[in-house]
Each structure stands twice: as C-alpha cells, then as structure tokens.
T-cell receptor, first 108, second 118 residues
C-alpha cells in the first residue's frame, strides 16, 4: 500500500533552534517525494522535491530508502517558518499521496 | 490572476442538496486534480484529468460524486444529495504536463472550497 506517515501533529520550537519534521513512507517502487507547505490563510505550495536535491528557505530533505524516510530539516528555525507542512508521495497514477501534516510553531 | 482559482470559497449546503464546485486551472495546464481535505487531515486524492479525459476517478468516495472537464480547461466537481460526511475543503491542483512527467513538475493548488453540510 502507498502511504505517508507524519508522526507529529504539532512541533513547537524556539527561534534559532534546529527543526526536524519527520516523514516515513510506504511504496513498493522507486519513490518520488515532496514537501508542501501551507502558511496561514495561503494556499498549499511546493517547498521542495527530493529529485532536485535543492534547499529552499534553508530547508533540506534527504531521501533514505533504507529507513523509508524523507525528513525535513532546517538548522535554525525562523518565526516565518510557522506553518503546516505536508509530506507527499507521488502515486502510481500521477497523483499525490499526502501525510496528515505537521503544524510547526516557531516561538520568538 | 495567474494562479488556480476555485469558486465558491465557502459553501453551506443543507443535507440532501446538490452542489457544484468550480476550478479554473492555470491556462495551458494539462493535468488537473481534485483532492478532499477533511478537518485535521491531509488532502486525499479524488480524481485526475489529462485535458478533457478523466483518467483516474478511483478516489471518489461514492457515486454521488461526479467530476467533469469538458473542454480541457475549467473543471466542475459535483456532489449530489450531500451528506454531513462530505463536509471538507475541496482542493483543485493543476500542472503543466501529463502523467509520467507530472512528478517532475510542480502542482499548483487553488485556495480550496470549504463545504459545510448542515
């Protein structure tokens, strides 16, 4: 079965602290993985995808096939990072399979 | 605007009423997706169009749900005889290219339509 698990509903950190948002997936083939972000009152938007191996707004994510994980990391959190973060898996039909999301709250 | 546009933004329907939700994708985008997002959950896939062809409707929860994209642009998601469990945010997304290439391009989401069935 194709599935994405985000074990934390809420993650609260102080500004300047490191952040790691966890994501595990279940997929039998070669996975395509994404992180989407939704800021308050804004639409869902792509943050990064694993195939491009890019760093966006200081965030990175490494695909670990052995652990079936795609955790999102940032060394120093900023208040403007506060948002809902969704990990997503590219499904076999071209759709996206989302996790339930993690709400990141960065306190001053 | 250049983004994906959905209307209405909010819809309150009485149980049993039919509703129609509209999605205007980005001009020229081949792929169009509908997702349902219940409170506290991530978006869940409903259906997918490539141009006017509905290639996958495996996520539609019942035969009360129907989607169309007759001219390969605007899409409508229709829900007949709405039930309380249909209350959710309905998201539309579009991307430039078709299946097989989709995963290498970005999917752009609309603001969603929040449906409340009372």
């Amino acid at each position: 079965a194709q599935r994405v698990t985000q074990p934390e509903k809420l993650l609260s950190v102080f500004k300047g602290a490191p952040v790691e948002l966890k994501c595990n997936y279940s997929y039998s083939g070669s996975p395509e993985l994404f992180w989407y972000v939704q800021y308050s009152r804004q639409r869902l938007q792509l943050l990064l995808r694993h195939i491009s191996r890019e760093s966006i707004k200081g965030f990175t994510a490494d695909l670990n096939k052995g652990e079936t994980s795609f955790h999102l990391k940032k060394p120093f959190a900023q208040e403007e990072d506060s948002a809902m973060y969704y990990c997503a898996l590219g499904g076999s039909q071209g759709n996206l399979i989302f996790g339930k999301g993690t709400k990141l709250s960065v306190k001053p | 605007g250049a983004g994906v546009s959905q209307s209405p933004r909010y819809k309150v329907a009485k149980r049993g009423q039919d509703v129609a939700l509209r999605c205007d994708p980005i001009s020229g985008h081949v792929s169009l997706f509908w997702y349902q997002q219940a409170l506290g959950q991530g978006p869940e896939f409903l259906t997918y169009f490539q141009n006017e062809a509905q290639l996958d409707k495996s996520g539609l929860p019942s035969d009360r749900f129907f989607a169309e994209r007759p001219e390969g642009s605007v899409s409508t998601l229709k829900i007949q005889r709405t039930q309380q469990e249909d209350s959710a945010v309905y998201l539309c997304a579009s991307s430039l290219v078709g299946p097989g290439q989709f995963l290498n391009t970005e999917a752009f989401f609309g603001q969603g339509t929040r449906l409340t069935v009372v």
